[in-house]
């Protein structure tokens, strides 16, 4: 569900994976890996990508539909 739920918000931001890794201060290879669902971020990843996103953890992680 991550990895869905994060291509989606990407997409409806407009953001290339680069423009979300520079955001994130990580790679775009890590982008790419959490959306093909290889990998999964980090705790604090998780919290920077909730806020890039304007959305909660458990929206990202598919607990919770409610942004």
């Given amino acids: ?3 869905v739920r994060l291509k989606e918000l990407r997409k409806e931001r407009q953001l290339s994976q680069k ?3 520079d955001l994130l ?8 890996a959490w959306e ?4 999964e971020p980090l705790a604090h990843q998780l919290i920077d990508l909730a806020r890039v996103f ?3 953890v458990d929206y990202l992680l598919g607990i ?4």
Avoid at 36 to 39: D, I, K, L, Q, S
Avoid at 64 to 67: E, F, G, M, T
């Fill in 1 to 3: 569900m991550f990895d």
């Fill in 19 to 21: 423009e979300l890794a």
């Fill in 25 to 32: 201060s990580t790679g775009q290879s890590s982008i790419s």
């Fill in 36 to 39: 093909r669902g290889e990998r």
């Fill in 54 to 56: 304007e959305c909660s």
């Fill in 64 to 67: 919770s539909d409610v942004k």
